[in-house]
């Protein structure tokens, strides 16, 4: 059992923190010897039956609204996110499903132009992220999912897509 020290202050750490809080630096911040695993464990257990609960997301964690009232929140956001187009969806799986990949191998897949507004559009929302170039002719940019693809679609790993995305793995 932790301290409730180290759990208060995982607490906070996670709470001030605008996005998820990795493993590391939660060590950082309770100490190297600290359990890690279940300090946080401890934290989603006294965050439950609260107005938000405390996630993984991969190695890292964060508060996310409770999934019962966040349908009933959306109402009163200032200004509702926008939502994709069926065409970006598709290329946002598609990215997920491939990883790393480039636009033209999403093309391939597709048997249609990608327009570039479209990989923009997902760099934008901060969806996908370039993770370098390809050494082939050319060198066109690798693109892959982000952390936020994961908060964003309530995954804590590209893993439990797995199963739905199976079919968008065949080769070119």
């Keep these: 059992m932790a301290s409730l020290d180290l759990m208060r202050r995982a607490e906070a750490l996670v709470f001030q923190s ?3 809080v990795s493993r590391a630096t939660l060590a950082r911040a309770l100490g190297n010897d600290a359990d890690i695993t279940q300090i946080m464990a401890q934290v989603a257990k006294r965050t439950e039956g ?9 190695e890292s964690w964060m508060f996310r609204t409770a999934p019962d009232l966040a349908e009933s929140l959306k109402a009163v956001r200032d200004k509702p996110q926008e939502r994709l187009s069926r ?15 480039t636009r033209a191998e999403i093309e391939a897949f597709r048997d249609a132009v990608l327009p570039q ?9 901060g969806l996908i992220r370039s993770v370098g170039r390809k050494p ?3 060198q066109p940019q690798l693109w892959v999912t ?19 995305l199976e079919g968008l793995r065949a080769p070119l």
């Design 18 to 20: 605008t996005g998820s």
């Design 50 to 58: 609260l107005g938000f609960e405390l996630v993984a997301v991969g």
């Design 87 to 101: 065409a970006v969806l598709e290329a946002l799986l598609l990215i997920a499903a491939r990883q790393p990949v």
């Design 117 to 125: 507004k479209t990989l923009a559009l997902l760099q934008e929302r």
């Design 136 to 138: 082939v002719p050319g």
């Design 146 to 164: 982000t952390e936020k693809f994961l908060v964003m679609y309530g995954l804590r790993s590209l893993a439990e897509l797995d199963p739905l």
